[in-house]
């Protein structure tokens, strides 16, 4: 039995249930997500990320892999043919005087 990630404070678990069936639900869960324009950072177990990349891709979105916690992967999800979002980042323009 293992946690599901719902939402970032919202998490299911499914005792009595197998490995199997939490992966079917988490998948579920996730292609619902991309379905309804919700999914932009998704937490999925570690064994279920090469299924889950595979439904992003066929649903028309890219997918990168964030950080890992334990069993845990963070997924980002983009829609193909949208390029991420750029920030702009201040500098130190002039550079200071020199002595």
């Known amino acids: 039995m293992r946690r599901i990630h719902l939402t970032e404070e919202v998490t299911l678990r499914?005792?009595?249930?197998?490995?199997?069936?939490?992966?079917g639900v988490e998948?579920?869960?996730?292609?619902?997500?991309i379905e309804f324009g919700k999914a932009d950072r998704v937490w999925i177990a570690v064994s279920s990320c090469e299924q889950a990349r595979a439904l992003a891709e066929k649903m028309g979105?890219?997918?990168?892999e964030g950080p890992v916690d334990g069993d845990w992967v963070e997924i980002v999800l983009r829609p193909e043919g949208r390029r991420p979002r750029l920030k702009l980042v201040p500098t130190d323009y002039p550079p200071p005087p020199s002595n």
């Open 14 to 23: 499914f005792p009595e249930r197998s490995e199997e069936f939490d992966e």
């Open 27 to 33: 998948l579920g869960i996730l292609a619902a997500s």
């Open 61 to 64: 979105y890219r997918v990168t």
